[in-house]
């Protein structure tokens, strides 16, 4: 997300203490309700998620879809961790033949 990001909307201009929003980027080991099951979540520190909606959605400005876009191009790579991880789960516990 951070690549696209910076990519697609990254303007050199002095930020002070402000971040770009490709510097916003917030992952946590747990789900959006901040419980451990299993997931992850990735996004953008709150006081940015509203300029990257605009971003996406359109307000103010032509919107490019670019959360959709960077969701569906890491799919894959998604998919490929969770299974290395259920692999693993299922080697600890003696079941690698299912």
């Given amino acids: 997300m951070e690549d696209y990001v910076r990519s697609h909307h990254y303007t050199h201009r002095k930020t002070g203490e402000d971040p770009h929003l490709a510097d916003s980027v917030i992952e946590t080991p747990t789900n959006v309700d901040g ?3 299993g997931t992850s979540t990735v996004g953008f520190d709150p006081k940015k ?3 990257a909606r605009f971003l ?3 307000k103010y400005i032509r919107g490019d879809d670019f959360l959709d876009k960077v969701r569906n191009a890491s799919k894959p ?3 490929q961790a969770e299974n290395e991880e259920f692999q693993k789960i299922l080697h600890q516990k ?3 033949d299912v």
Avoid: C, P
Wanted: no cysteine; charged share 25%; net charge negative.
């Fill in 35 to 37: 419980k451990v099951d």
């Fill in 77 to 79: 790579a998604i998919f």
């Fill in 94 to 96: 003696g079941l690698d």
């Fill in 56 to 58: 996406n959605d359109g």
């Fill in 49 to 51: 998620g509203y300029i």
